[in-house]
């Protein structure tokens, strides 16, 4: 059984960074892509960002291109979320989720889902 752990969450004021972990288990980490979604209040889970199984492909919403960097260890079996110059709308419970390719995971996300950590950007 796959476990999704995300962590790094927090409050933090507008232009500032936050870094996001997932670490997983239950299966072997490097064959499968793995990505991030978020929630807000009221609205509907949203893609952020996804990796492949081996780091060489990613894919990010035009949302956060340019701002976050999503990348992943092999060795600590976990996936990483950087987030620079962070805004109010940023703000949302962010989820992990695992599936088998990246483009897969951008469009509907994976079966496999951690229970979230909250980011709060204050203005």
């Known amino acids: 059984q796959v476990q999704l752990v995300e962590s790094g969450g927090g409050l933090v004021q507008a232009g500032g960074s936050l870094r996001l972990s997932c670490a997983a288990s239950?299966?072997?980490?490097?064959?499968?892509?793995m990505g991030w979604y978020r929630q807000s209040p009221g609205k509907e889970r949203e893609f952020v960002a996804a990796?492949?199984?081996?780091?060489?492909?990613?894919y990010y919403a035009d949302s956060v291109k340019g701002r976050f960097t999503i990348s992943r260890d092999t060795a600590k079996n976990t996936v990483y979320l950087r987030m620079n110059n962070l805004k109010p709308e940023d703000t949302a419970a962010y989820y992990c989720?695992?599936?088998?390719?990246?483009?897969?995971?951008?469009?509907?996300?994976?079966?496999?889902w951690g229970q979230g950590t909250l980011v709060t950007v204050s203005s």
């Open positions: 239950g299966r072997t980490f490097s064959r499968y892509a």
């Open positions: 989720t695992t599936g088998t390719t990246a483009q897969a995971l951008s469009l509907n996300g994976g079966d496999d």
């Open positions: 990796i492949s199984g081996n780091g060489g492909i990613t």
